[in-house]
């Protein structure tokens, strides 16, 4: 059975840091593009930062751009975000989710997702 189990979610004060990993089980993803996407109560779920497999050039989304970091550990099949600076705007769910090229994943063409870890900002 193929799965994505993130973890590190929690509560956090405002201006503090929270890591989250995701590790991939089932199969390999060291071929495939990764991604965190994110989706706050009563708000549509959104990309946030996308890794491809090579671990080249990154996407972030304007909001979290030098704030948040996305990288992979294709030997532990992972991928992490490392959040800085949050803001209360940052509380969400946050999913992992891989496909094939980090087009597709810019395009919500996603082959696997995570069940997701909250993310709560608040003092």
């Known amino acids: 059975q193929v799965q994505l189990t993130e973890s590190g979610g929690g509560l956090v004060q405002p201006g503090g840091s929270l890591s989250l990993s995701c590790v991939g089980s089932?199969?390999?993803?060291?071929?495939?593009?990764m991604g965190w996407f994110r989706q706050a109560p009563g708000k549509e779920r959104e990309l946030v930062a996308a890794?491809?497999?090579?671990?080249?050039?990154?996407y972030y989304s304007a909001s979290v751009r030098n704030r948040f970091t996305i990288t992979r550990d294709n030997a532990k099949n992972a991928v992490f975000l490392q959040m800085d600076t949050l803001t209360s705007e940052d509380t969400a769910i946050y999913f992992c989710?891989?496909?094939?090229?980090?087009?597709?994943?810019?395009?919500?063409?996603?082959?696997?997702w995570g069940q997701g870890t909250q993310v709560t900002v608040s003092a």
């Open positions: 890794i491809p497999w090579h671990s080249g050039v990154p």
């Open positions: 989710a891989t496909a094939s090229a980090i087009s597709d994943i810019r395009n919500s063409k996603i082959e696997y």
């Open positions: 089932g199969r390999s993803f060291s071929m495939d593009a």
